[in-house]
T-cell receptor
Framework: EAQVTQNPRYLITVTGKKLTVTCSQN?????MSWYRQDPGLGLRQIYY???????DKGDVPEGYKVSRKEKRNFPLILESPSPNQTSLYFC????????????FGDGTRLSIL | AQSVTQLGSHVSVSEGALVLLRCNYS??????LFWYVQYPNQGLQLLLK??????LVKGINGFEAEFKKSETSFHLTKPSAHMSDAAEYFC????????????FGQGTILTVHP
């Protein structure tokens, strides 16, 4: 089954404790992206990747890092999480770029205390 | 920079009534436009997309959207609402000068009353 898998689905942690949210897709997609969803703000793009070893900033990249060492994986790293990063996070992928329909994961709800 | 504005954060309709969700966009180049739906505790699913082939785009579940360049709009409609349509809907734009970027609107929560 074609899917985008995020882990963990839920995480409660404390300020400053490094964490990684994993994202994996099994569709051989070139394009992957991370978003955060906050009430009233819709989804905002954090980072995207056009292919392996190619990443670029979205609209809200501050406080986040990403890497794309393999085509299928695109982890999101919070090196020193802060409470304002409490949010619902989505990973998505598409065949080539943002002009194609995106396949979304089920989301990761992060709470940073 | 590209942007999307969805007019109305909440829309409430009766079952069987017309659904109209409004979306206006800003883009410096011909845009790629999308509508996505999000059901509670789920990720987003594609409803439909506009890629300049036709101004009236039909999607899944009876939804359609019309691209109007003069109004920079891409409103989503459905002739007759079902209870199962209750969800949050997002309009999104891509294809601007920021290649690779995808910009979403703020979302519209649709409530359907029996």
């Amino acid at each position: 089954e074609a899917q985008v898998t995020q882990n963990p689905r839920y995480l409660i942690t404390v300020t400053g404790k490094k964490l990684t949210v994993t994202c994996s897709q099994n569709m051989n997609h070139e394009y992957m992206s991370w978003y955060r969803q906050d009430p009233g703000l819709g989804l905002r793009q954090i980072y995207y990747s056009m292919n392996v070893e190619v990443t670029d900033k979205g609209d809200v990249p501050e406080g986040y890092k990403v890497s794309r060492k393999e085509k299928r994986n695109f982890p999101l790293i919070l090196e020193s999480p802060s409470p304002n990063q409490t949010s619902l996070y989505f990973c998505a992928s598409s065949l080539t770029d943002s002009n194609q329909p995106q396949h979304f994961g089920d989301g990761t709800r992060l709470s940073i205390l | 920079a590209q942007s999307v504005t969805q007019l109305g954060s909440h829309v409430s309709v009766s079952e069987g009534a017309l659904v109209l969700l409004r979306c206006n966009y800003s883009s410096s180049v011909p845009p790629y436009l999308f509508w996505y739906v999000q059901y509670p505790n789920q990720g987003l699913q594609l409803l439909l997309k506009y890629t300049s082939a036709a101004t009236l785009v039909k999607g899944i579940n009876g939804f359609e959207a019309e691209f109007k360049k003069s109004e920079t709009s891409f409103h989503l409609t459905k002739p007759s609402a079902h209870m199962s349509d209750a969800a949050e809907y997002f309009c999104a734009v891509a294809g601007g000068t920021s290649y690779g970027k995808l910009t979403f609107g703020q979302g519209t929560i649709l409530t359907v009353h029996p």
